[in-house]
């Protein structure tokens, strides 16, 4: 490697000649690429380094530590998964559609979701998703305090069940673990575990995808019963099935 090559990796440029130098937008892309389950590297300078063809040291331009790097490539997860999002006029279609790409969106960077799923970036993709799902509950029928109140409740169980999802992607033991549940609800005493035993075989035959969808569905029915509450009558999409839309 050339000094000239050294010298544009430490100011953050790619070692090629006549490629212009790094942004921070270009930075965080960057990552969002190379933590994707498809090349599934993990999110250090070292690795974010490597991937853009540049000294690590060069990238404390752009983020300032590796925990603004994580929120930043968080907030580009998101801010994917909203980007295309096109309301239909039935809130509750819409607000399931929009937690199913939040939900998406973070499997599709397992380690991230693991990681930032319990954080708040508080940057502009997170924002965007936060004003569309407001809207959405207030469409619904629900007042002011109402809405944000019902906006963290689903929106911090999908976050939830994402984090948990991932965690179960990452964890080697997760397949065995799940063996081993199955043999023993299957095994269950039907004396002292009469339920666990009768119920066993669809108890166990319960996919993850299965519990999300009836997790949205049963969220989205509580936003809808709460809003009928208030306003005394029924609001819009009464009997709504998103099953389709998880």
Known sequence: RTSVDAARQRRGRPAKSGVPPLDREQVIQAAVEMTSREQSQPLTFRALGRHLGVDPAALYRYVSSKD??????????????????VQTGSWREDLAELLSR?????????????????????????????EIALGLLKEAGLADPEAAVMYRAVADTVLAWTGFRAGLELNAAAESDHKAWEEACLEADP??????????????????QQGFRQTLDLLLAAVQSRAEELSGGECPDKGLIVHKLA
């Open 68 to 85: 603004e790097l994580l929120l930043a490539v968080a907030d580009g997860i998101i801010g994917k998964a909203v980007e295309g999002f």
């Open 191 to 208: 004396v002292r575990f009469p339920n666990v035993a009768r119920l066993a075989s669809p108890l166990t035959a319960v996919t993850l």
């Open 102 to 130: 939040l939900h998406w969106g973070y499997l599709g960077h397992p380690e991230v979701a693991v990681a930032a799923a319990a954080r708040i970036t508080r940057l502009p993709g997170e924002m965007r998703f936060a």
